[in-house]
């Protein structure tokens, strides 16, 4: 059921996509180039564009009520995970999953937004970085021009202030534990918001594995190669001064992939120390609040 209800929030994702790009499309905004470009074509499009989001609320809908039929039987529970905190939800309940089938899409959309948000904050200076940056800007719109650390600070302040703003609706609900207090809530807020972060190091370690990959295998001078090559080395640059290259092998990204994962492990999770002593992380400062 997990790995279903993952294909159908990329699947609404693609929805999305595809929504914000219609009226962007190339194909019939820009003026033809060539004598070629002036052809249309004789069909029209399939899909409009209120129908996007019409079929997005459509499958949103529609898997929320089967899980609502099938969870029960397989003892299934729907859980939300946000880095520092899980959620579950009861698949018995309808609205239940009607609440957790759309902030399960809200993760994920999240997730992806804050992705392009790093994107944009490793933007390359090349030719090659253009074609890619222009989807990246195409969905971050305005936004992709702000000042580096407003956008730096944007994954902590939009989940902090999600999280405080649902917090309301799942402690009345008995979802999770009431607040004891505003500051009690407030700081629960800044935790998750930090925790926003956490989700950065799936796409540094698979841009950092495809550029390992492509240094040694020849895939041609494709410009997606070429944008993950400029990107990559703006990663690897803390580490440069590092002795990391042994003849022509140069271990950077691997060393660089590690420590994210182990990084972000411990910023997560917490490290026990040899002496006896724990270095907290932010579950366990979820834990032990209100401080």
Known sequence: MGLIDFILNLAGLLLWLNWRAQPKDASRLAPP?????????????KLRGWQFPAILTTLLIGRALIYWQIGPAVNWTG????GVISVSFRSDY???????????????FAVFLFWLILLSLL????????????????????????????????????????????SWVLSYFGIVPKPVSAAHRFEQACVIGLGSYLGWKYLIATLLGL?????????????????????????????????????????APLVAMVLV???????????????????????????KLPL
Do not use: C
């Open 33 to 45: 180039a060539t004598l070629v470009g002036t052809l249309r074509r004789a069909d029209k499009p």
């Open 79 to 82: 859980t939300l995970e946000l």
């Open 94 to 108: 309808l609205w239940r999953m009607l609440l957790y089938s759309g902030l399960s899409f809200g993760v994920t």
């Open 123 to 166: 933007q390359p200076r090349t030719a090659d970085a253009l074609p890619f940056h222009s989807f990246i800007r195409a969905n971050l719109g305005s936004l992709d021009s702000w000042p580096r650390g407003v956008k730096l600070l944007l994954p902590f302040l939009i989940t902090a202030v999600a999280w405080w703003m649902l």
């Open 211 to 251: 550029y390992l990959l492509n240094s040694y295998i020849y895939f041609g001078r494709h410009p997606f190669w070429s944008y993950v090559t400029a990107v990559a080395q703006q990663l690897l640059r803390p580490l440069r001064v590092l002795p990391l290259r042994y003849s022509r092998l140069d271990f």
């Open 261 to 287: 994962l182990l990084l972000a492990q411990a910023i997560e999770r917490g490290v026990n120390l040899s002496s006896g002593w724990r270095l907290p992380g932010l579950r366990d400062l979820y834990v």
